[in-house]
């Protein structure tokens, strides 16, 4: 006999809400309002799930933050 579970793998990262399939969290992602725009971002940084546009856009927040290096230094 098959059992159905509540177990919710699949966590939505803007909102924290779970589902049980990868399917459920991707119809969520194109349709709630908030996150409307959120598949459009594809390039997701490992280290804080923060999502951008464009590959640039990824490696400017990779130096900034996580790195911390700045592209100009002041010889001051």
Sequence with gaps: MTKHSDTKAFYCVECDRGFK???A???HLK???PHANYLELRY????????FGVPRELERH??????NR???????
Excluded: F, G, I
């Design 70 to 76: 700045r592209p100009y230094q002041c010889d001051k």
């Design 25 to 27: 969290l991707k119809h």
């Design 44 to 51: 997701q940084c490992e280290n804080c799930e923060k999502r």
């Design 21 to 23: 399939s990868n399917y």
């Design 62 to 67: 990779m130096n900034k933050v996580h790195l």
């Design 31 to 33: 349709t709630a309002a």
